[in-house]
């Protein structure tokens, strides 16, 4: 079993940067990808972006040049550095591990919220 944290959210103005981070713990060493969602509300959860081990980050066409994901292996941590912030950014921003079986485990998400 994976256990997953995100933290780093918060309140932010549009136009800010935040950096979110995702911690795991666990059964690490049987995690082959990594990835950020986010879910405003009444919307549905949405990929952000991916990361395989071994591989290149892959980004959503929606916030493509706005984020970036960082993975550290060694530290089994994922970063996400999102910049130009914008009101419609305002969301619970989850992190998942998913296991070369398969299995996905969920962290329980931190809340960004862009507004003046």
């Known amino acids: 079993q994976v256990h997953v944290v995100e933290s780093g959210g918060g309140l932010v103005q549009p136009g800010g940067s935040l950096k979110l981070s995702c911690a795991t713990s666990?059964?690490?060493?049987?995690?082959?990808?990594m990835a950020w969602y986010r879910q405003a509300p009444g919307n549905e959860r949405v990929l952000i972006a991916s990361?395989?081990?071994?591989?290149?980050?892959k980004y959503s066409d929606s916030l493509k040049g706005r984020v970036t994901i960082s993975r550290d292996s060694a530290k089994n941590t994922l970063d996400l550095q999102m910049n130009n912030l914008r009101p419609e950014d305002t969301a619970v921003y989850y992190c998942k591990a998913r296991t070369g079986l398969g299995d996905d485990y969920w962290g329980k998400g931190t809340l960004v919220t862009v507004t003046y």
């Open positions: 990361v395989e081990s071994g591989g290149r980050p």
């Open positions: 666990g059964a690490t060493g049987s995690v082959t990808l």
